[in-house]
């Protein structure tokens, strides 16, 4: 639609019939009407070898073919030329066509058009150079913006890939963890399963009765029976069946709970010792069940022990049966003499019969 509107512009505008070029100019000039003598201020706006265009600053109503002259100066050369009016437009643009002038005006004439168009070839070429230089910015510019922007988006691309690896990165480890944490977890019910089945088989012995110690007779004692006969003596009153193995031994001595899967430890008191096992009254609430691993530490008559075990028994909130676990051969010596040594140490401290 555009180009439409240029080309039917160009076609009404009227057709040129000059056969000398035109040099467009700004300058300052003079315009006399011959017949009136009266100067009229004006600028040249094109020149050429044969003519001139000049706008007035007020309305020009000279006629067709009236005799001017025109005063200006181009490039510091001072021009005085005679003419004639060709054209006017009726109000403040009019066309002069010089007359004749000598071949020494025209020459100088001639050589100020040539410099006016050569430094508007110089205005052009700058004029484009200024331009193309504009426009190779502006695509320079262009193609740093988009080379900008294709860098931010592999950034955020590499950035995203990155997440994406660390994230399955982390799941797998998660995964991995999990799996382990299950595995522990089964081994140890395995082995707690295998611990408690071998405490079910596990035979129960009876203490072995004292024997009795010889009495001596005294003097005035009753004789002893003689003879195939037995002497009646009366039965002991029958006690509660005792499942344990070993003898247990009262102690009331500091002892500390390890649990191992959590890795906290609970304080209290011993109460009693046997080779297989102890129990401990603890001053806080033991917090789990049976079956569970644990070490205990104590310390009797000056002797520190520590030996691994398993929760066997739980009494009360605070009372707790352990039964020792991989006792090693010098510390189960070690425990059988500290417990002779207590047994003997009570045996001292009965008050004789």
């Known amino acids: 639609m555009e180009l439409e509107e240029k080309a039917e512009s ?38 050429s070898d044969g003519g001139c265009k000049v706008r007035t600053r007020e309305r020009f109503p000279a006629p067709i073919h009236a005799r001017v002259e025109v005063s200006f100066k181009v490039n510091g050369i001072a021009f005085r ?7 006017t437009d009726g ?13 020494r005006r025209l020459q100088e004439l001639a050589e100020v058009l040539g410099e006016v168009e050569a430094e508007r070839a110089k205005a052009v070429r700058e004029a484009a150079e200024k331009l193309a230089a504009e426009v190779l910015a502006a695509e320079v510019l262009a193609a740093e913006k988009l080379a900008a922007e294709k ?18 990165e982390m799941l797998d480890a998660m995964r991995r963890a999990a799996e382990r944490i299950a595995s522990e977890q089964a081994e140890d019910q395995g082995r707690q399963q295998a611990e408690a089945l071998a405490m079910a088989k ?27 006969g037995t002497a009646s003596v009366p039965h002991a009153k029958p006690t509660k069946r005792e499942r ?23 304080h209290g008191r011993i109460v009693n010792l046997s080779l297989g096992g102890c129990r401990i009254r603890t001053h806080e609430r033991f917090p789990v069940g049976i ?16 030996i691994g075990g398993v929760t066997q028994a739980i009494y009360d909130r605070n009372t707790v049966g352990i039964r020792f676990l991989d006792v090693s051969d010098r510390k189960r010596e070690q425990l059988q003499q500290l417990i002779e040594e207590i047994e003997e140490s009570r045996q001292e401290d009965r008050p004789d019969d």
């Open 291 to 306: 079956y569970t691993r644990v070490e205990t530490e104590f310390n009797v008559q000056g002797l520190p022990f520590r």
């Open 91 to 103: 109000r403040n643009q009019a066309g002069l066509r010089f007359g004749a002038m000598s071949s």
């Open 10 to 47: 160009v076609a009404a505008q009227p057709v040129e019939h000059r056969r000398r070029p035109r040099h467009a100019v700004d300058q300052e000039a003079s315009l006399l009407v011959v017949s009136r003598n009266a100067p009229v201020q004006c600028r040249v706006v094109d020149l």
């Open 202 to 228: 596990e035979p129960v012995v009876l203490p072995k009765q004292a024997e009795q110690p010889a009495i001596a007779e005294q003097p005035g004692a009753l004789p002893r029976p003689t003879g195939g």
């Open 81 to 87: 030329l005679s003419g004639v009016v060709q054209w």
């Open 151 to 168: 860098l931010a988006a592999d950034k955020l691309a590499a950035e995203r890939l990155a997440g994406q690896l660390a994230a399955a």
């Open 244 to 266: 344990r193995s070993q003898l247990r031994h009262d102690l009331d001595d500091s002892a500390q709970i390890l649990l191992i899967n959590v890795r906290s430890a609970l």
